[in-house]
Every structure is written in structure tokens, then in C-alpha cells.
């Protein structure tokens, strides 16, 4: 989610895409699983977020601004 809040909130597409290569997630972290156990107190999708942010670990460098 801070990857998320980076790209998102902070328009710094950069720094987002820097933590999701830092944290080695997988391309297709939610994948495996039919149902999000993450419940955000503010009713966000979780699991719709992360599939979105992780998205970014694919653009090149140089596009992100």
C-alpha cells in the first residue's frame, strides 16, 4: 500500500516502483487467492490496489517520470 500511496498520492511513480523491486513481490501477488483476508478499516479493495501498484515493477525506468 505504500508503494500505492507513492504513485498515487505522491505522483512519484519513481519511488513506487523502487519499493515494489525492493520487496520482490511476484508479478501476480493475489493470484492464488479467491478472497482478501486484508480488511481496511476504510473500506478500500486491497487486493485490487496491489494488482494495479504491481503493475509497475514492468516500466521501464525512464518512463516513469
Excluded: W
Excluded at 505504500?2 to 511476484?26: F, K, T, V
Amino acid at each position: 500500500m505504500r508503494s500505492y500511496m507513492y504513485a498515487h498520492a505522491y505522483r512519484n511513480r519513481g519511488a513506487a516502483q523502487a519499493l515494489l523491486l525492493e520487496l520482490g513481490l511476484p508479478d501476480s501477488p493475489c493470484s492464488d487467492c479467491a478472497t482478501c483476508a486484508v480488511q481496511c478499516a476504510k473500506g478500500f479493495d486491497v487486493r485490487e490496489r496491489v494488482s494495479d501498484i504491481v503493475r509497475l515493477k514492468s516500466v521501464p525506468r525512464e518512463f516513469l517520470g
